[in-house]
């Protein structure tokens, strides 16, 4: 492991400091944790409405569930149905495109209606379908790939490298597909192979890592087996109970949310309603960084 991690610090070491300086001076965003999740108003899925004057954000607590008519895709409905919303920001999108292409998003969206039980489709491309016949402009607020590594090594003081993202990245692939219901165990070396191919297309420091090698890494560094790999499994942590997946999952959290952050008060200078939907934890550790200058805060549960 030590020499994929001496190949991460010379890729990183240029870049390796400014998510930092900037996290740094983000006010009011809280680590996740089990008191402050348990203190949200309801159980997700559920939608809280910060109102700036005439501008709000609708940002819904999803409950990660891929089924077209789940809980979360009839709360998603229900809100874009309220707040017309001139702005989707949603979670899985890089803040480096911009402006999403939408119509590619559209016809993805459209895919995934017409086959809603593929592994790919989920919450994402249910919202997208809720505003394809209107002109309302899909943007990402997630860090790319590169940012979001150089900040997990730095964050750990350099105890995690480039061959545990790529296992926590590979991990949560796994975990999104078994939700769906058509999951097969025996998929996953595929899946895990397909992934592999994607990440050397941005990070060639990664050519060496097969599937053998994630199975090994998840094995002796996680103690899991494919099959029981389950969301639980990289739920934010930090203590001596917390498993590596949950470890880098609680250094990571951070500077997603603050992408998130920057990015809603970017946008809420061009438009008056901007939806927002990203994981039930998401929300939990932004809540006190949304409601700082709002005039009013309202939490809606849709039945």
Known sequence: MNSWKANLFGVAILLIFAPALALAATPGIDRWSLELQEAEPFESPFVTIF????????????????????????????????CEPE?????????????????????EAENCERNPDFYECGELHWAIA???????????????????MEFIVEQSSGTLGLEDFVGYEISRLIIQAKRQEDFRIEDVPELVVNHLEYLRSILPETEQYDEAGYRRWLEDEVGLSYSELENSSYAPGNDERSNLLQIMSYHSMLTRD???????????????????MYGSSHLATLRRALTEN?????NKKYE
């Open 51 to 82: 109102h700036y004057g005439e501008k709000r954000v609708c940002f819904v607590s999803s409950k990660h569930d891929p089924r077209r008519d789940s809980p979360t895709s009839r709360t998603i409905a229900a809100v874009i149905k309220e």
């Open 87 to 107: 702005i989707l920001i949603l979670e899985g999108l890089p803040n480096i495109i911009g402006e999403s292409d939408r119509e590619y998003f559209v016809r």
């Open 130 to 148: 809720e505003v394809k016949n209107a002109k309302t402009a899909i943007v990402g607020a997630e860090p790319v790939t590169m940012e979001e």
């Open 258 to 276: 603050h992408f998130a952050f920057e990015r809603i008060q970017e946008l809420l200078k061009e438009a008056d309603s901007i939806f927002v």
């Open 294 to 298: 709002s005039t009013r805060v309202v």
